[in-house]
């Protein structure tokens, strides 16, 4: 039978993704198509209503296109409020917990022809042990962490994945050198919160694990999928300077740049600490690449507000910002909040920050014309190869096929945004 598996969210569901589809692929099933596929997995997301309208959307499609197909839907949606599924018929549904068993489900439901509903406390569950052979990418992400505690008070996501629970360090490390064994150049350590790992481990933390992984033969490049500014102590700054392979970029979320809008939201500091420890960072990687991620239209954000927000984000000097309209989540603390912004604001909001952040990441790649980097070419396209930089600069040169997945140098002339133009 063939499968198809759409993947909506964030980097930990594409990864749970490639987990089920190396269950699938190992047990006999075979990856179609959207087109002419048997069995259909919906991995939705529910961090905003849009999420959970995307993910409906899909499943509605699929059921209304393949009729007679077999439609998984599993994730956060799911896991959130599996009643959005009442009334459609969808075979099999799971929440956050049970991925790695979908062979288990699927062939269970051929065999008994009956719904299966399987959505388990996830406040309660056990990490789930997911482990990829090969990610058939250049760069392979690792799930090393589930989880979060932070309960910001506009966020779903601790209902969606329950309290912190990594992965044992034997586990990513030997996960790791199998990636490495298949010719993979870059690993990029990704999770819920993902500076939090170990913090349910005895005697082992986040910072342990970056030392036990930098001692692994092949990997050469080490990225983390992102981190919260809090977590970013004196230890992390000793292995960011001692580091050879973690790489000169790092996403590090800050949501706003107003400290009465990050004390509404429940985020755990203020903007002068943020700009504090950017600049403890910039001293020990001066060309390093920060990028953030940005709420705007928080209940309560005045125009006043958000061009301190403005403010704060052009000091900072990101060089790219992932911004996001406030999404009203029911059961968050959010949605007890008073003034609540209209739509057409927090769209104008939106465009703002994009034409803002547009320019910063033209003149973070500006810095670079006329010198020598490395990067690592991911996809060959009409006589040119195209991939990123350490610092995520994304290169274009001249190349063939037999140049991908292999670390190249290049000198960079100009720049036409997205790419920098390199020879």
């Known amino acids: ?182 010719g993979h150049k870059e690993i990029v350590l990704t999770g819920i919160h993902t500076g939090h790992y170990g913090s349910d481990l005895e005697g082992f933390s986040f910072f342990k694990l970056l030392r036990e992984i930098e001692k692994i033969e092949g990997l050469e490049r080490l990225r983390i999928s992102s981190i919260e500014i809090t977590e970013l102590d004196d230890e992390f700054m000793e292995v960011l300077n001692s580091s050879k392979i973690l790489v000169d ?15 509404l939201m429940n985020r755990k500091y ?25 709420i705007v239209g928080f209940p309560g954000e005045t125009e006043e507000l958000f061009n301190e927000t403005i403010e704060t984000i052009n000091k900072i000097n990101f060089s790219k910002i992932h911004v996001f309209p406030f999404s009203l989540r029911k059961g968050t603390k959010a949605e007890e909040l008073p003034n609540h912004i209209d739509d057409v604001t927090k769209k104008e909001r939106v465009k703002s920050i994009l034409k803002i952040s547009e320019e910063l990441e033209k003149e973070y790649f500006n810095r670079f014309v006329g010198k020598e980097v490395e990067f690592l070419p991911e996809i060959y396209k009409e006589g040119y190869i195209i991939g990123h930089t350490g610092n995520y600069l994304l290169i274009k040169t001249k190349g063939n096929i037999d140049d991908l997945n292999e670390i190249k140098n290049v000198k960079i002339e100009k720049t036409e945004y997205p790419y920098c133009i390199g020879k």
């Open 270 to 294: 203020d903007k002068e600490y943020f700009i504090d420890k950017i600049e403890k960072i910039r001293t020990i990687r001066p060309n390093i690449s920060i990028t953030t991620d940005l």
């Open 1 to 182: 039978m063939k499968f198809f598996i759409y993947t909506l969210g964030c980097k930990v569901n594409t990864y749970e993704s490639n987990v089920m589809k190396d269950k699938l692929l190992n047990n006999g099933y075979i990856e179609g198509s959207e087109i002419d596929s048997d069995i259909y997995i919906i991995n939705t997301c529910t961090v905003t209503n849009t999420s959970d309208n995307k993910s409906l959307k899909v499943v509605r499609r699929v059921l209304k296109n393949k009729p007679n197909s077999i439609v998984v839907v599993v994730g956060c949606m799911t896991q959130v409020n599996s009643k959005l599924l009442d009334d459609l018929d969808v075979s099999i549904i799971l929440g956050n917990s049970g991925k790695s068993r979908i062979v288990e489900y699927i062939e269970e439901y051929k065999k008994n022809k009956e719904k299966i509903v399987d959505v388990q406390d996830i406040m309660i569950s056990d990490f789930e042990d997911m482990c990829l052979n090969n990610f058939n990418k250049t760069r392979a992400f690792v799930k090393i962490e589930d989880g979060c505690e932070n309960f910001c008070s506009y966020c779903i996501i601790p209902y969606a994945r329950g309290k912190v629970r990594s992965k044992k360090p034997k586990i990513v490390i030997r996960e790791i050198k199998n990636l490495i064994d298949d």
């Open 249 to 263: 970029h790092m996403h590090i979320p800050i949501q706003s740049g107003s400290n009465e809008i990050l004390k």
